[in-house]
T-cell receptor
Framework: AQKVTQAQTEISVVEKEDVTLDCVYETRDTTYYLFWYKQPPSGELVFLIRRNSFDEQNEISGRYSWNFQKSTSSFNFTITASQVVDSAVYFCALSEASGGANSKLTFGKGITLSVRP | GAGVSQSPRYKVAKRGQDVALRCDPISGHVSLFWYQQALGQGPEFLTYFQNEAQLDKSGLPSDRFFAERPEGSVSTLKIQRTQQEDSAVYLC?????????????FGSGTRLTVV
């Protein structure tokens, strides 16, 4: 069965600090997809990134970067020079390709990030 | 519409009452999902539609939960005889793709409180 673990529950940093959010996953599929979503106080889940299991290249998008390592089943997310607007709950999620068209997501419990001015 | 719209935004129900939660997906989106998010937890899958067909309802927690999407657009999640443990945010998500591994668009959810 698929599982996503976000061991950190709450992180508090001062603005401009770098912060890394950890994600460890379990799956028996060889083809799967990993996601990060942001949930601001308004409640909607905002899609940040998707990676497939065959692409281990790290990715950078502005202040955000992601480190995918199959050897440790981890997909960590780093925010560089954090800003107050980054304060939110961040979820890591997994979808197995064996589900076919039903690509339901398994989410971790989320990490609450607070960025103080 | 521009996004996935859910209504009502908040719902308070007395224990034992029936409730109906509505989801308006983005126009033309084929796939539609319902998730339940308990306080302090990640969302958990409830059910999946492809057009009007409910292809997976394995996540529905009991037979008091029922979902439909009769014309392949708007979907309704109905909960009969609500219990306190049903209190949660119910999230709807949709995608244009049949294979939605590109990620879907979520609505803001309906916060259900059962008293």
């Amino acid at each position: 069965a698929q599982k996503v673990t976000q061991a950190q529950t709450e992180i508090s940093v001062v603005e401009k600090e770098d912060v890394t959010l950890d994600c460890v996953y379990e799956t028996r599929d060889t083809t799967y997809y990993l996601f990060w979503y942001k949930q601001p106080p308004s409640g909607e889940l905002v899609f940040l990134i998707r990676r497939n299991s065959f692409d281990e290249q790290n990715e950078i998008s502005g202040r955000y970067s992601w480190n995918f390592q199959k050897s440790t089943s981890s997909f960590n997310f780093t925010i560089t020079a954090s800003q107050v607007v980054d304060s939110a709950v961040y979820f890591c999620a997994l979808s197995e390709a064996s589900g076919g068209a039903n690509s339901k997501l398994t989410f971790g419990k989320g990490i609450t990030l607070s960025v103080r001015p | 519409g521009a996004g996935v719209s859910q209504s009502p935004r908040y719902k308070v129900a007395k224990r034992g009452q029936d409730v109906a939660l509505r989801c308006d997906p983005i126009s033309g989106h084929v796939s539609l999902f319902w998730y339940q998010q308990a306080l302090g937890q990640g969302p958990e899958f409830l059910t999946y539609f492809q057009n009007e067909a409910q292809l997976d309802k394995s996540g529905l927690p009991s037979d008091r939960f029922f979902a439909e999407r009769p014309e392949g657009s708007v979907s309704t999640l109905k909960i009969q005889r609500t219990q306190q443990e049903d209190s949660a945010v119910y999230l709807c998500a949709s995608s244009f793709h049949r294979r939605v591994h590109v990620g879907y668009t979520f609505g803001s959810g309906t916060r259900l409180t059962v008293v």
